[in-house]
C-alpha cells in the first residue's frame, strides 16, 4: 500500500487530507475511498477537511484536529520519541 497524504502523523497514527474541488468527481472520490479504507485497515485515523473548511473555518479545523490527536492520545499510550544522546 502506497499512498500520499496531505499530513501524516506517524506515532499517532493519524492522516490529515485537505481535499479540493477534483475530489467530487467521482472517479476520485472512489479512490480516495479505497484510501481512506486501506489506511484505517492500518490502524490510522483519517481526518477529511475541504479546501474552503481550511481557508474559511481554520479554527475549527484546528480544533478538530486537536479533539483527534487528544483521543489518540487518551486511548493509545505512546512511547516517548527517542532521543540522540551526546555522551
Known sequence: MNY???FMCKELKLVIEVDGSTHHWEETAIKDLKKEKDLRD????????TNEEVLRHIEG??????????????????????????E
Do not use: H, Y
Request: hydrophobic share 40%; net charge positive; glycine share 6%.
Open 42 to 49: 492500518a490502524g490510522f485515523k483519517v481526518l477529511r477537511f
Open 61 to 86: 479545523v484546528r480544533e478538530s484536529i486537536a479533539l483527534s490527536v487528544q483521543k489518540i492520545e487518551q486511548s493509545t499510550p505512546l512511547l516517548p520519541r527517542q532521543r540522540g544522546t551526546t
Open 4 to 6: 500520499i497524504a496531505d
